[in-house]
């Protein structure tokens, strides 16, 4: 019902910046909060930043003043804007979107990102 595309993912210097975008396809009208998650080796999958249809944004502590979620409900599509990497911010990131209507959270295939000099 809901297709999500990673990517942006990637090798980055401690301190550097990625974007990372995932594309939604299917029944996007269904879906409203959008985030990303990220599962590092050997921990559990946690919540990196969410956001609302309107676009209100909740964040992890761990990356309050360095990542900047967005969204464009035209494009399917939403951003995670990070800066400041660090070696802790190393993981594979997923998309994920949640729909009301079907009752069900989507999730993407995930991009790997490794912050590392």
């Known amino acids: 019902q809901v297709q999500l595309v990673e990517s942006g993912g990637g090798l980055v210097q401690p301190g550097g910046s990625l974007r990372l975008s995932c594309a939604g396809s299917?029944?996007?009208?269904?879906?409203?909060?959008m985030g990303w998650s990220c599962q590092a080796p050997g921990k559990q999958r946690e919540l990196v930043a969410l956001?609302?249809?309107?676009?209100?944004?909740n964040y992890a502590n761990s990356v309050k003043g360095r990542f900047t979620i967005s969204r464009d409900n035209a494009k399917n599509t939403v951003y995670l804007q990070m800066n400041g990497l660090k070696p802790e911010d190393t993981a594979v990131y997923y998309c994920?979107?949640?729909?009301?209507?079907?009752?069900?959270?989507?999730w993407g295939q995930g991009t790997q990102v490794t912050v590392s000099s």
């Open positions: 299917g029944s996007m009208f269904a879906i409203s909060t």
């Open positions: 956001i609302s249809r309107a676009g209100a944004t």
């Open positions: 994920n979107a949640y729909s009301p209507y079907y009752r069900t959270d989507y």
